[in-house]
Protein backbone atom coordinates (compact mmCIF):
# COMPACT_ATOMS: atom_id res chain seq x y z
CA UNK A 1 0.00 0.00 0.00
CA UNK A 2 1.11 3.11 -0.84
CA UNK A 3 -0.45 6.97 -0.75
CA UNK A 4 0.47 9.60 -3.64
CA UNK A 5 -0.01 13.36 -3.49
CA UNK A 6 0.60 15.14 -6.33
CA UNK A 7 1.26 18.80 -6.25
CA UNK A 8 2.02 21.69 -9.01
CA UNK A 9 -0.70 22.22 -11.53
CA UNK A 10 -2.59 25.24 -12.14
CA UNK A 11 -3.63 27.58 -14.78
CA UNK A 12 -1.05 28.08 -17.61
CA UNK A 13 -1.09 30.00 -21.26
CA UNK A 14 -0.02 28.23 -23.91
CA UNK A 15 3.97 28.01 -24.35
CA UNK A 16 4.22 28.08 -20.56
CA UNK A 17 5.60 26.04 -18.34
CA UNK A 18 4.44 23.88 -15.13
CA UNK A 19 6.52 21.32 -12.73
CA UNK A 20 4.12 18.46 -11.02
CA UNK A 21 5.29 16.32 -8.08
CA UNK A 22 4.15 13.06 -6.59
CA UNK A 23 5.20 12.51 -2.63
CA UNK A 24 4.90 8.83 -1.65
CA UNK A 25 3.92 8.17 1.74
CA UNK A 26 6.77 5.09 1.98
CA UNK A 27 9.85 3.60 0.06
CA UNK A 28 9.43 3.48 -3.94
CA UNK A 29 12.91 2.00 -4.28
CA UNK A 30 11.07 -1.10 -4.88
CA UNK A 31 7.85 -0.25 -7.03
CA UNK A 32 8.48 -1.51 -10.82
CA UNK A 33 7.55 1.73 -12.04
CA UNK A 34 6.07 5.39 -11.49
CA UNK A 35 4.15 6.77 -13.94
CA UNK A 36 1.55 9.67 -14.20
CA UNK A 37 -1.41 9.41 -16.56
CA UNK A 38 -4.02 11.94 -17.57
CA UNK A 39 -7.62 12.39 -18.45
CA UNK A 40 -9.48 15.28 -19.68
CA UNK A 41 -13.66 15.93 -19.71
CA UNK A 42 -15.09 12.95 -21.49
CA UNK A 43 -12.12 11.10 -22.80
CA UNK A 44 -10.82 8.11 -21.23
CA UNK A 45 -7.38 7.92 -18.71
CA UNK A 46 -3.95 7.90 -20.79
CA UNK A 47 -0.60 7.39 -19.69
CA UNK A 48 1.54 10.52 -20.02
CA UNK A 49 5.09 9.33 -18.97
CA UNK A 50 6.40 5.81 -17.22
CA UNK A 51 9.97 5.81 -15.48
CA UNK A 52 10.99 2.14 -13.99
CA UNK A 53 12.89 1.21 -10.49
CA UNK A 54 16.03 1.49 -13.26
CA UNK A 55 15.40 4.52 -14.77
CA UNK A 56 13.78 4.05 -18.31
CA UNK A 57 11.17 5.93 -19.34
CA UNK A 58 9.06 6.06 -22.18
CA UNK A 59 6.37 8.95 -22.86
CA UNK A 60 3.22 9.45 -24.89
CA UNK A 61 3.65 10.36 -28.70
CA UNK A 62 2.10 13.80 -27.85
CA UNK A 63 4.38 14.95 -25.14
CA UNK A 64 7.70 13.08 -25.97
CA UNK A 65 9.85 16.21 -26.16
CA UNK A 66 8.11 18.57 -23.95
CA UNK A 67 7.69 16.43 -20.98
CA UNK A 68 10.29 14.89 -18.57
CA UNK A 69 9.29 12.33 -16.10
CA UNK A 70 12.12 11.84 -13.40
CA UNK A 71 11.81 9.88 -9.85
CA UNK A 72 14.10 10.73 -6.51
CA UNK A 73 13.77 6.86 -4.55
CA UNK A 74 15.96 8.95 -1.90
CA UNK A 75 12.82 11.39 -1.50
CA UNK A 76 10.04 9.07 -2.59
CA UNK A 77 9.17 11.91 -5.13
CA UNK A 78 8.15 11.59 -8.54
CA UNK A 79 8.01 14.48 -10.77
CA UNK A 80 6.83 15.39 -14.75
CA UNK A 81 8.28 18.90 -16.35
CA UNK A 82 6.04 20.00 -18.50
CA UNK A 83 7.24 22.16 -20.71
CA UNK A 84 5.68 24.42 -24.44
CA UNK A 85 2.53 23.07 -22.77
CA UNK A 86 -0.61 23.03 -25.28
CA UNK A 87 -4.15 23.47 -24.96
CA UNK A 88 -4.79 19.99 -25.58
CA UNK A 89 -2.53 19.14 -22.35
CA UNK A 90 -5.66 20.10 -20.23
CA UNK A 91 -6.72 17.86 -18.18
CA UNK A 92 -6.55 15.98 -14.51
CA UNK A 93 -3.13 14.71 -14.13
CA UNK A 94 -2.88 11.81 -11.74
CA UNK A 95 0.25 10.25 -9.81
CA UNK A 96 0.65 6.48 -10.30
CA UNK A 97 2.35 3.32 -8.65
CA UNK A 98 2.59 0.71 -10.81
CA UNK A 99 3.21 -2.26 -8.36
CA UNK A 100 3.32 -6.04 -9.56
CA UNK A 101 0.80 -8.09 -10.55
CA UNK A 102 -1.50 -5.14 -12.05
CA UNK A 103 -1.71 -3.69 -8.52
CA UNK A 104 -1.96 0.05 -8.94
CA UNK A 105 -1.64 2.82 -6.45
CA UNK A 106 -3.19 6.51 -7.32
CA UNK A 107 -3.38 9.88 -6.24
CA UNK A 108 -5.89 12.09 -6.19
CA UNK A 109 -4.98 13.88 -9.15
CA UNK A 110 -4.19 17.59 -10.06
CA UNK A 111 -5.68 19.95 -12.16
CA UNK A 112 -3.44 21.71 -15.41
CA UNK A 113 -5.15 23.72 -17.63
CA UNK A 114 -3.86 25.50 -20.53
CA UNK A 115 -5.66 28.83 -21.36
CA UNK A 116 -4.62 31.84 -23.11
Known amino acids: QVQLVESGGGLVQPGGSLRLSCAAS????????MAWYRQAPEKQRELVAR???????NYAASVKGRFTISRDNGQNTVTLQMNSLKVEDTAVYYC??????????WGQGTQVTVSS
Open 96 to 105: CAEGYLGTYW
Open 26 to 33: RSIISIPA
Open 51 to 57: ISSGGST
